[in-house]
Nanobody
Framework: QVQLVESGGGLVQAGGSLNLSCTAS????????MGWFRQAPGKEREFVGS????????RYVDSEKGRFTISRDNAKNTVYLQMSSLKPQDTAVYYC?????????????????WGRGTQVTVSS
């Protein structure tokens, strides 16, 4: 069982930045690919980005390319999501997730473990 705890959410003005973190409770963190998803009120959960086990490969949803960056520190069991040029439509609960996949993926079914989420609110 892997527990994931997100942090770093909050309220930010449009155009601002936020850095989210997700820490995993496992001794084999480097054995998991990681992903970030988000869910806005009244909408389905959507893929934001994914990073491979080593951190050497990343994938983003097309609309976020250039604004969001995923990274990880396997020594700290932590994955990060750096968000810049935030827009009100980025407002959502952001979830981190872990899976044993080899190739980065946007498929929620590939992720076995999920955090409880952290709220990001972008004001206009």
């Amino acid at each position: 069982q892997v527990q994931l705890v997100e942090s770093g959410g909050g309220l930010v003005q449009a155009g601002g930045s936020l850095n989210l973190s997700c820490t995993a409770s496992t001794r084999t963190f480097s054995g998991y690919g990681m992903g970030w998803f988000r869910q806005a009120p009244g909408k389905e959960r959507e893929f934001v980005g994914s990073i491979s086990r080593s951190g050497g490969s990343t994938r983003y949803v097309d609309s976020e390319k250039g604004r969001f960056t995923i990274s990880r520190d396997n020594a700290k069991n932590t994955v990060y999501l750096q968000m810049s040029s935030l827009k009100p439509q980025d407002t959502a609960v952001y979830y981190c997730a872990a899976g044993t996949f080899l190739l980065v993926t946007s498929a929620p079914s590939a992720y076995k473990y999920w955090g409880r989420g952290t709220q990001v609110t972008v004001s206009s």
